[in-house]
């Protein structure tokens, strides 16, 4: 069974790195900075649900890793 689990993981391997990598370049993506108080709340909130997004790709990586 532990010799299963390691094959699916070795064949998953270049898939989870990729998600890892997905996942930095969501929180790599520059945010625009907006003149208003409103525009900044809607900035704000993209990029909570954002990282929300990678910290998701990350444990779900890490669940393989």
Do not use: C, Y
């Amino acid at each position: 069974e532990a010799a299963e689990r390691q094959a699916k993981i070795d064949a998953l391997r270049p898939d989870i790195e990729k998600v890892r990598a997905f996942a930095q370049a969501i929180r790599d993506v520059p945010a625009p900075k907006p003149r208003t108080a409103a525009g900044k709340a809607m900035v704000a909130d993209g990029v909570t649900a954002l990282h929300a997004v990678a910290a998701n790709l990350d444990a779900a990586a890490k669940k393989w890793a």
